[in-house]
């Protein structure tokens, strides 16, 4: 038997029978549920919405603006006489993919980033902290408008300007989190096997510092719905007349003296989401929290 599957095996069964147990136990939340319920809404809604809409989300009928709602426009229309159910539902299209985009990009730079700063340390742990700092100086959302009309508005751009922006946050929590554990006992055992620095820190130290990772990739998924919200309210990201939840708030926004309630629907969309993100992110925490 190799010494790598000796350390494999050296896992005890019991853990991942209470690791099982722990994840039966996220159904029994009913706050859990509707979090899970209500993403699964979103992504469904996001791929069926061209199955799911009424109408041409783009479509104008300057004859019927600000419509009420009724059997034939749900939540009535907007002051150019689109359907605001339809725009909701292909607005969840961006969103999803936005986060997505967002996320994976902070993922992969703030996840490489922190392991081999905090794993390797010396002087290359003190470049790429600097360089971390010196990003983290300026506002986020400042920093990602600079970078969107350097590329170019676009949702792709949009997005990955917002994942580079916070990238070094998830970059210092990862590296906080090496530091942490690369000096525990399990960890230095796999020294005395002889295995490989990729196997350390793939097996054993990746996996004790994804609890608190995840923590912030939950976060940052919300604030990068936020943040897309924010950026399309001021015309970047998705172009117009795509419809997108920004959007739409920016759009109501312009008549809520006709009509206070029109921002609502789609500012609670927005609510709904992040709130749902933030909730599943804090139980994949504690599922995820290899050390309780």
């Known amino acids: ?32 549920g509707l979090a899970v319920l209500i993403l699964v809404l ?55 993919v936005g986060s997505l985009i967002a996320v994976t990009t902070t993922c992969i730079l703030g996840l490489s980033w922190g392991l081999i700063s905090g794993y390797v340390g010396g002087w290359v742990d003190i470049a790429l902290m600097r360089v971390a700092d010196a990003v983290l100086v300026f506002p986020g959302i400042v920093l990602a408008l600079a970078m969107v009309s350097a590329m170019g508005p676009s949702l792709l751009s949009t997005m990955i300007a917002v994942g580079l922006v916070f990238s070094p946050h998830l970059a210092r929590v990862v590296r906080a989190g090496v530091l942490t554990v690369q000096y525990r006992d399990y960890v230095s055992i796999t020294k ?50 795509n419809p997108s939840w920004g959007s739409s708030v920016a759009e109501t926004f312009r008549y809520i003296v006709i009509d206070p309630f029109a921002p609502l629907v789609p500012g609670l969309c927005i609510v709904a989401t992040v709130l749902a993100i933030y909730r599943v992110g804090d139980e994949l925490r504690d599922l995820l929290d290899v050390d309780r």
Do not use: C
């Open 42 to 96: 979103l992504v469904v809604v996001a791929i069926l919405a061209p199955a799911l809409a009424p109408h041409d989300p783009i479509k104008q009928n300057l004859g019927n603006p600000l419509a009420p709602f009724s059997a034939e426009h749900w939540l009535g229309t907007d002051d150019l006489g689109r359907d605001v159910f339809s725009r909701l539902l292909w607005g969840a299209r961006p969103t999803f």
């Open 192 to 241: 005395m096997f002889g295995l490989p620095a990729h196997h350390r820190v793939l097996r054993h130290i990746l996996p004790n510092v994804m609890p608190t990772a995840m923590v912030q990739l939950t976060l940052m998924a919300g604030f990068s719905v936020l943040a897309q919200t924010g950026l399309n309210f001021l015309g970047l990201g998705v172009p117009n007349p």
């Open 1 to 32: 038997m190799s010494s790598e599957t000796h350390v494999t095996h050296a896992l005890p069964s019991s853990y991942q029978m209470a690791w099982w147990a722990r994840f039966a136990r996220l159904w029994r939340r009913p706050t859990f």
